[in-house]
């Protein structure tokens, strides 16, 4: 059996920890209040967004690459990846001096291909899913006789993401909970490894979409069937976990739940509204998994891991907006006013004087329920609360303009 085809061992990893000393972040592990107060139990967050690259995929790129021949790094290496691996193998490659050839989608966003290229790496854009790319990477591989890195499923790449447990371990030495996003499960296989090893009573969770829940797939009925559809999350949208992955999984790993994009987003939210800590969308799969029920933390000290911080701005901005709605701090009214001087003001005037603020507003006149004469107006509104939104609405109906409050 091929060396990187084993499971990592505890020595691996912390021959891996030694190896990347001064190479990465020791990345902070806080203790947040906020969070304690609220699911009734001592939480921490383990802040892999603030790892080299924005995510804890360079520590098993530059572990990985360290354990190459020489003729190996000679002839370069490639890999496929649509966001994190991608810019981790494209970090450890320009540290480690070996040519990187990385192959992406060709729906990846413009941010993410200029992070891999600003690394130094070569990027090819090639198919219309992962598994498109993931072809091309092998045929590059054997045909430019590169190295393929995967992303997931080999010793070395495991014994690199399992550094983040060991680091864990050494700052908070009585851990009762891990919570681990997964997707390929390379991060949850090194972490679980590094915590059974160290403290065998300390509980490994595992987080999947509910959108791409091929480990428990495997789990339940012994197959992988695939996706369910698009998810947000696309650190774990991986539909073929790797087999040594699911062994040490099922061996170390205690449980694992879903949760859905929703919950994903609104979690990311609150992070960033009460942390001011900015998380990609697997990032926040822990926090989601918490708020949502799914896992019982029974008092313990948890940590959640926040693996990585690379999210599209345009993504976030949506996710903002939606969830200041949930929490009333938006809210969107639709009215049909006639289409005559003064009745605009009329409307903006009453929303004035409750105090809320015009986040935004839309005039469309060409709408089929739009009646002639008259104008459909949708404000975007800023307000303070419930308590505030009912202000609103009682001088809204005062103006006398029938109004609707719109959900989509």
Known sequence: MEEYHKSASIEDIRDAEKFLEGKIEKTPLIHSRTLSQMFGAPIYLKLENFQKTGSFKSRGGLVKLSHLTDQ???????????GNHAQGVAYAARISGVDAKIVMPTYTISAKIN????????????GNSYAEAFA??????????RCFIDGFNDRWIIAGQGTVGTEICRELPDVGNVIVPV???????????????INPDTKVYGVQSEKCDCVIQYQTDGKITGSRGFTIADGIAVQNPGDINLQMISEYVDKLVTVNDE????????????????????????????????????????????????????????????????????????????????????????I???????????????????????QSIRFSIN??????????????????????????
């Open 263 to 350: 919950q994903m987003a609104y979690a990311l939210f609150k992070l960033l509204e009460r942390h001011k800590i900015l998380v990609e969308a697997s990032g926040a799969s822990p926090m989601a998994a918490l708020m949502s029920g799914k896992i019982k933390l029974d008092g313990k000290k948890t940590v959640l891991v926040i693996s990585g911080g690379n999210i599209d701005p345009l993504l976030l901005s949506k996710i903002i907006y939606r969830a200041m709605e949930v929490d009333l701090g938006l809210v969107r009214i639709q009215c049909k006013i006639p289409d005559r001087p003064g009745s605009l003001h009329k409307i903006t005037s009453a």
């Open 136 to 145: 091309e990477a092998k045929r590059i591989a054997e045909q430019e006789k």
């Open 183 to 197: 997707g390929g499960g390379g991060l949850i296989s090194g972490i679980a490894k590094a915590m059974k090893s």
């Open 352 to 374: 004035s004087s409750s105090g809320a603020n015009i986040f935004h507003a839309e005039v469309d006149n060409l709408s089929q329920d739009t009646p002639i004469g008259y």
């Open 383 to 408: 307000v303070r609360d419930r308590e505030h939104l009912e202000i609103l609405l009682d001088l809204l109906r005062n103006a006398g303009y029938p109004f609707s409050i719109v959900n989509d």
């Open 72 to 82: 190996e790094k000679a002839s370069g290496v490639v890999a496929s990846s649509a």
């Open 115 to 126: 992070a891999v290229r600003q690394y130094g790496a070569n990027v090819v854009l090639m």
